[in-house]
Nanobody, 124 residues
Framework: QVRLVESGGGLVQAGGSLRLSCVASGPTFRTSTMGWFRQAPGKERVFVAFSSYSGGVIYYADAVRGRFTISRDNAKNLMYLQMDNLKPEDTAVYYC?????????????????WGQGTQVTVSS
C-alpha cells in the first residue's frame, strides 16, 4: 500500500504560481501511475493531470493544459504539480492519487489510493 501526502498549497494572486508536492511512502510508487485531481467548493472532484510511472506519458485536463506541469522523481518518491498563470477558477483542494494500472487514468474510481489534499486559493 502507498500513503500519499500533499503539500505546497496556499493563497496566491491571479497570474501567480505555486508548486504542489506529493510524497509517497511504500514500495510501489515507482510502478504506480499517478494523478492530480481537484475539488472546488460545492463541486465534484475532477481530473487535472496524469503521469505514467516512468513519466513518459503525461496527460492534462483541457482547463489546465499549457499552464500546469506534472512531473515526478521516482528516486525520491515525489510527484509535483507546477501551476503557472493561476486563475481564480483554479481555487480548490488539490489531491494526488495513485494506481497500479498501467494506462491513462482520468476517473476517480480508477485510482487506488489518495492523499488528504492541499488547499489552493487564487485571489482576483
Amino acid at each position: 500500500q502507498v500513503r500519499l501526502v500533499e503539500s505546497g498549497g496556499g493563497l496566491v494572486q491571479a497570474g501567480g504560481s505555486l508548486r504542489l508536492s506529493c510524497v509517497a511512502s511504500g514500495p510501489t510508487f515507482r510502478t504506480s501511475t499517478m494523478g492530480w485531481f481537484r475539488q472546488a467548493p460545492g463541486k465534484e472532484r475532477v481530473f487535472v493531470a496524469f503521469s505514467s510511472y516512468s513519466g513518459g506519458v503525461i496527460y492534462y485536463a483541457d482547463a489546465v493544459r499549457g499552464r500546469f506541469t506534472i512531473s515526478r522523481d521516482n528516486a525520491k518518491n515525489l510527484m509535483y504539480l507546477q501551476m503557472d498563470n493561476l486563475k481564480p477558477e483554479d481555487t480548490a483542494v488539490y489531491y494526488c492519487a495513485g494506481s497500479l494500472r498501467d494506462e491513462i487514468l482520468t476517473r476517480i474510481n480508477e485510482y487506488d489510493y489518495w492523499g488528504q489534499g492541499t488547499q489552493v486559493t487564487v485571489s482576483s
